[in-house]
């Protein structure tokens, strides 16, 4: 038997309802979501939470917001008013059965108006994708026809000049062979008459020529004796080695890992040693929770951030049972950015804020709206609505809390930028 889920909170306003649903230690993405205009039913197992609304609501454009362990809900009214509650009272077993069944029956009806909807849209969706493909494929046929035409009008002047190339080129050679001919004849009666004449010049003796030509080879040949250079000298060269350093090789030595190492540790220990002074170097005002706070809370005033947290750090060392140290710190944090330690010092203060009474309603409401704020800056809306619930729970007169739960509201709907 499923679980009813009892410990919801919700809120109002003249045009819409905010409710938010826990649902602890399961997972709410697997929540089965059903709502129309007068009935509202989560069902995640093993919980159950179902609502017959005071009034008709606008379901179409109602929202849900699924989050970590919770689920809001954002339901907007049809008629502007203010609901005397959320559920109608005095609704006997048939009656809330007959709301089930008409509920579901009008979901049937919605669901499948959006089928139609849905099966129309797409049939006209396609139709217009077939007339645009077919006007695609006859823009790219026409487009080849247009390629191919103009190649076979390329192709056939390339033709047509390459033929007339051809044809002035053999003219060319023609011209060239008649020339060469001509050339040739007259070429071969020079040469005869040259022939005629050098017979009657050369009839003196050949022995002085023949002499002259060896006396020249030999004055060569000495000469080509005496150009050739001397063999080198013998000599030896010296190598030297660069000794090694490593006992193993340079690839796999890990000297400069170690040594970074070290020197990491040195820093860190050094870094510690002077953040943390010991306690017998103090002064006795130091040794005070009490004048630490104030010098911190002094240092927060003058917007020196880091200063004041280091005074909220020795004042917990020397007495980690006080909860506004935990709280300035974690407002400290949040100045830096340091958004998960300002959700831990402020979870601190709250577990040390105990029993809940009206002497530390206010150091409650900060330590709530400082997680809230860190949460919501780390993008986590969802836990930021919870803090801030809880802070409204404690003060509802607050207005700067009701008007931050408000925006949270509207940015986990989508209806507000984020800031």
């Given at each position: ?109 919605r669901a499948k108006e959006a089928m139609e909807a849905k099966a129309a849209a797409r049939r006209e969706d396609q139709k217009y994708t ?84 060896n006396s020249e080879n030999m004055f060569f040949e000495k000469l080509k004796e005496n150009s050739i250079p001397a063999p080198r000298s ?186």
């Amino acid at each position: 038997m499923p679980l009813q889920v009892s410990d919801y909170s919700w809120q109002q306003t003249n045009a819409a309802v905010f409710i938010s649903v826990p649902l602890r230690g399961v997972c709410v993405r697997d929540a089965d979501v059903f709502c129309t205009e007068s009935y509202l039913k989560v069902n995640c197992p093993p919980f159950l939470f179902e609502v017959f609304l005071y009034a008709p609501i606008d379901d179409e454009n109602s929202k849900a917001k699924i989050g970590n362990d919770t689920i809001v809900f954002t339901l907007y009214k049809k008629e502007a008013a203010m609901w005397e509650t959320l559920s109608v009272s005095g609704v006997d077993k048939e009656t809330m059965q007959r709301i089930r069944e008409k509920s579901i029956l009008q979901a049937q009806e919605r669901a499948k108006e959006a089928m139609e909807a849905k099966a129309a849209a797409r049939r006209e969706d396609q139709k217009y994708t077939l007339n645009v493909m077919m006007k695609i494929e006859e823009d790219e046929r026409k487009k080849i026809e247009d390629i191919k035409e103009s190649e076979r009008i390329k192709a056939t002047k390339e033709l047509e000049a390459w033929k007339e190339h051809q044809r002035r080129a053999e003219e060319q050679k023609g011209i060239q062979r008649k020339e060469k001919l001509h050339q040739e004849k007259l070429t071969a009666e020079e040469k005869k008459k040259l022939k005629s004449k050098s017979h009657t010049r050369n009839s003196a003796p050949r022995s002085l020529a023949t002499k002259g030509r060896n006396s020249e080879n030999m004055f060569f040949e000495k000469l080509k004796e005496n150009s050739i250079p001397a063999p080198r000298s013998a000599s030896s060269i010296k190598i030297n080695f660069t000794p090694r350093v490593f006992p193993t090789a340079l690839r796999e030595s890990q000297v400069a890992e170690e040594e970074e190492w070290l020197h990491k540790q040195a820093e860190a220990q050094r870094a510690m040693n002077t953040d943390i002074p010991e306690l017998s170097d103090l002064k006795e005002e130091e040794k005070n929770p009490e004048w630490l706070k104030d010098k911190g809370n002094k240092l927060f005033a003058t917007e020196n951030y880091l200063a004041a947290l280091n005074a909220y750090n020795l004042a917990i060392r020397l007495n980690n049972k006080i909860p506004l140290l935990y709280l300035n710190r974690a407002a400290c944090h949040l100045k830096l950015k340091n958004l998960h330690k300002a959700i831990e010092d402020s979870s601190k203060a709250l577990e040390l804020l105990t029993p809940p009474v009206a002497e530390n309603a206010n150091a409650r409401v900060k330590a709530h709206v400082r997680r809230g704020t860190a949460f919501c800056q780390l993008e986590l809306y969802i836990e930021g609505l919870q803090d801030y619930e809880a802070a409204l729970k404690i003060d509802p007169s607050n207005k700067i809390v009701q008007n931050d739960t408000e925006k949270i509201r509207n940015i986990i709907q989508g209806t507000e930028l984020k800031s």
